[in-house]
Antibody, heavy 121, light 110 residues
Framework: EVQVVESGGALEQPGGSLRLSCVASGFTFTSYAINWVRQSPGKGLEWVSGISGSGDTTKYADSVKGRFTISRDNSKNIVYLQMDSLGAEDTAVYFC??????????????WGQGTLVTVSS | QSALTQPASVSGSPGQSITISCTGTSSDVGGYSYVSWYQQHPGKAPKLLIYDVIKRPSGLSNRFSGSKSGNTASLTISGLQAEDEADYFCSSYTFSSTYVFGTGTKVTVL
């Protein structure tokens, strides 16, 4: 059974940092891209970042470019999202999501339950 | 990358068919065959309904179908049921090798 489980969400002050983790199981981890998608309270879905199966290709939404860094440890089946210079606009539930393809963009077939990030003083 | 445009809400009676549109540009929906649709119930994670414009994941009801014409993709739900009441989002691959999601549509079963 495919599973992706996020952790690391918390209350953080503006300007602070957080690192989200996503542990995956039930599939050949290195064959698929992993994405982070966020959803602000009562709002729609926003793709944040994606990383290819090997980790050599990373992509970011313009809204987080230069502040967020995605990485993966293929020996542990974990994907990380390092979030720096957080602002109120980053408040959202963050979903870890498995791609249908080796690179991001082909569609998302499995989603985690999400982890809540709240940025507030 | 601007969000794809969806109607804010669509409603229908049980047994009816409804269609949700998803309009983008030639740099996303119109340029690629990687349009997906997702269903999201309140407080839950999204669920994949359609990928590659028209394909259904294994085991998914054939009441859900997808299509595309030009820069607009569509999701049709036939034989509407009470459990179909949820939010629906489209997504597309883009020219910059990223995703763009739709604005979302709330489906109400009357």
């Amino acid at each position: 059974e495919v599973q992706v489980v996020e952790s690391g969400g918390a209350l953080e002050q503006p300007g602070g940092s957080l690192r989200l983790s996503c542990v995956a199981s039930g599939f050949t981890f290195t064959s698929y891209a992993i994405n982070w998608v966020r959803q602000s309270p009562g709002k729609g879905l926003e793709w944040v970042s994606g990383i290819s199966g090997s980790g050599d290709t990373t992509k970011y939404a313009d809204s987080v470019k230069g502040r967020f860094t995605i990485s993966r440890d293929n020996s542990k089946n974990i994907v990380y999202l390092q979030m720096d210079s957080l602002g109120a606009e980053d408040t959202a539930v963050y979903f870890c999501a498995k791609d249908l393809g080796y690179s991001s963009g082909w569609g998302i077939d499995y989603w985690g339950q999400g982890t809540l990030v709240t940025v507030s003083s | 990358q601007s969000a794809l445009t969806q109607p804010a809400s669509v409603s229908g009676s049980p047994g009816q068919s409804i269609t949700i549109s998803c309009t983008g540009t030639s740099s996303d929906v119109g340029g690629y065959s990687y349009v997906s649709w997702y269903q999201q119930h309140p407080g839950k994670a999204p669920k994949l309904l359609i990928y590659d414009v028209i394909k259904r994941p294994s085991g998914l009801s054939n009441r859900f179908s997808g299509s595309k014409s030009g820069n607009t993709a569509s999701l049709t739900i036939s034989g509407l049921q009470a459990e179909d009441e949820a939010d629906y989002f489209c997504s597309s691959y883009t020219f910059s090798s990223t995703y763009v999601f739709g604005t979302g549509t709330k489906v109400t079963v009357l």
